[in-house]
């Protein structure tokens, strides 16, 4: 799942522009732990497809018992 | 005689079917990317990133983009930005000497006196300068317009730790400021082919193609497949992602490595973009024949899960033609069958819909809030009739026309039923007519209009259509640029 991006304010790429600030780079232990995290939020596919196999299921019962 | 043609007309439905039976299966495959992914072999990896832009008058976007290229969360003592000028004759020169005097040691400017040849070629003289240094241990391809967000990069390199893996892509996503209803429906599209679709392609271990925004080479993996782009076909992405795995390499899509990308407002600007795509597969398909299919000779690459996958895209319309044919058939043949086999094709149809949009608005919810007209009408809603007709045709045939105190003829019934039947062809000139009302007076309103009934999949099928019959008359390869305007989220 991908998170929102700033959608609140948007800025046109033209406009983006400005003095340099050196990047906050997390260290290798943060860096780890975010791989584990992205690892263990994959599991969210497995509920978005029960979710969608609840909602076939309905519909080929409905045809079944209609 | 007529037994022979029945059966006949019943494969040409099923062998229609498979596209559909297709999209689901890849759909079942991308709940096990929560087990099956390349995570377990990924680690923090940072190494020295040289970034190819190729731009060709892209003055309007460039100069942000290497802004945000520069915050990266990446040291910047091992990020180098390349912007390969392809002998723009608007500002680009300028705003890239701008930012690579802002930015000392970290942006350079490379200028090609004869451009106008294409993105590879644009990309083949960056990698010619880049690969003759060792500084180089990492390449990303990307477009001038997009946008990476800050953490994508390192989220890229960190599959790099693994040698076996010889390239990356990322989850390009719609992020127009103000998306159009043509913009809305890419976006789902991108969710559901990229998000999704190479999930599950992560699963197979093998991917379709390397996001032409997004691809991140190691050195090693650029200098096995020859150090350069291929520029034979107008699918460049494509055979470079099909020659690393051919030499032994794994390709990984990353979904938490997000690119914003602004994408085309029209059905003119789409038609464009997709025919080169469009045509370039076909080119693919022809240039690697004797793999696919072959799992003995190769694998994944050549096994029939990813076979299937790949040519139900790519004879989707082929697919639709003959389903139509094969079902208006048996009903000149007077065959019972007609009815039966419509039912359960379009009822498959319909379950395939109903699984595919339910996961894919939950994969990128932002999306599905932003693009859920869309995601509903991606099919169009004539098939969404006619998938509510196979699912209740006694509604749709009887109960609802006895509402309004009317009974339908035999004749009636029957022009209804052969005008469904061949409906999953005549909605490729329906799409087709879609782009040439656009450019009319009243396109602004008809066009739309016709791309939520028809569909934006029929639109996309009609392109591939295209993209055969440009082939087939072996019609001139002009790289057309998707017009931009620089407008993308932050």
């Given amino acids: 799942m991908t998170e929102p ?4 304010e948007p800025i046109p790429v033209k406009e983006a522009v400005g003095a ?3 990047p906050d780079m997390p260290d290798e232990e943060k860096m780890t732990t975010e791989i584990q995290d992205d690892r263990k939020h994959e599991r969210f596919l497995v509920r978005a497809a029960l979710i969608a196999a609840v909602g076939v299921a309905m519909v080929i019962l409905v045809r079944l018992w209609g | 005689m007529t037994g022979i043609l029945t059966w006949l007309c019943v494969a040409f439905v099923i062998i229609g079917a498979i596209p559909v039976a297709a999209g689901l299966y890849q759909y079942l495959l991308v709940p096990l990317h929560a087990t099956r992914n390349h995570y377990p072999k990924a680690a923090p990896y940072l190494p020295r990133v040289a970034v190819v832009v190729p731009a060709w008058n892209e003055g309007a976007v460039v100069g942000a983009s290497i802004d945000r290229l520069v915050r990266l969360e990446y040291p910047p003592d091992r990020l ?6 392809d002998a723009s004759t608007d500002d680009t020169p300028d705003v890239v000497l701008e930012r690579a005097a802002r930015y000392p040691g970290r942006v350079f400017h490379l200028r090609r006196e004869k451009g106008g040849e294409g993105k590879a070629h644009t990309l083949n003289h960056g990698l010619s300068v880049l ?10 391809i990307m477009d ?3 946008i990476y967000r800050p953490d994508s990069l390192r989220k890229m390199t960190r599959h790099l730790a693994d040698p076996e893996v010889g390239a990356v892509t990322a989850f390009i996503r719609e992020g127009g400021v103000d998306p159009k209803y043509m913009t809305r429906f890419i976006g789902y599209e991108y969710v559901a082919s990229q998000a999704a679709a190479r999930r599950a392609q992560n699963v197979l271990g093998v991917l379709a ?3 032409g925004g997004a691809q991140l080479h190691s050195r090693e993996n650029l200098e096995a497949i020859g150090g350069r782009i291929d520029t034979t076909t107008l699918a460049e992405d494509t055979v470079s992602t099909i020659l690393t795995q051919l030499n032994g390499r794994r390709v990984v899509f990353e979904p938490y490595a997000v690119v914003l990308a602004e994408e085309p407002e029209s059905i003119g600007a789409l038609w464009k973009q997709r025919l080169r795509w469009g045509r370039g597969n076909v080119q693919v398909s022809r240039r ?3 793999l696919w299919f072959r799992p003995w000779k190769h694998r994944r690459l050549g096994g029939f899960s990813f076979g299937i996958i790949w040519f139900s895209v790519l004879l989707l319309p082929i697919a639709m033609l003959l389903s139509s044919i094969g079902l208006i058939g048996l009903f000149f043949l007077g065959s019972d069958l007609a009815a039966a086999v419509f039912r359960e094709v379009w009822f498959l149809a319909l379950c395939t819909y109903l699984f595919i949009t339910i996961t894919t608005v939950q994969i990128d919810p932002e999306t599905g809030r932003r693009s859920w007209r869309e995601a509903i009408a991606f099919p169009g809603i004539i098939s969404l009739l006619v998938m ?8 749709i045939l009887r109960k609802l026309p006895a509402l309004f105190g009317l009974e339908l003829t035999t004749f009636g019934a029957d022009s209804i039923t052969l005008a469904l039947y061949a409906w999953l062809t005549l909605c490729m000139p329906a799409a087709w007519l879609a782009k040439r009302v656009e450019s009319t007076a009243f396109g602004k309103v008809l066009a739309p209009a016709l791309i939520y009934l028809v569909g934006y999949g029929p639109l996309l099928c009609a392109i591939t259509f295209d993209s055969y019959i440009k082939e087939f008359r072996g019609a001139a390869q002009v790289w057309d640029k998707t017009e931009k305007l620089g407008k993308v989220m932050a």
């Avoid at chain 1, 991006?5 to 609140?8: L, V």
């Avoid at chain 2, 180098?80 to 000028?85: E, K, L, P, T």
């Avoid at chain 2, 690969?131 to 990303?140: C, G, R, T």
């Avoid at chain 2, 509510?388 to 509604?395: N, Q």
């Fill in chain 1, 5 to 8: 991006i700033d959608a609140a």
């Fill in chain 2, 288 to 290: 690697f024949a004797t």
């Fill in chain 2, 209 to 211: 193609c390397l996001a």
């Fill in chain 1, 20 to 22: 340099f600030v050196p």
């Fill in chain 2, 80 to 85: 180098r930005i390349y912007v390969v000028d």
């Fill in chain 2, 144 to 146: 001038a317009d997009v």
């Fill in chain 2, 388 to 395: 509510l007709m196979a699912f209740a045709p006694d509604l």
């Fill in chain 2, 131 to 140: 690969l003759a240094a060792d500084w180089v241990q990492a390449v990303l």
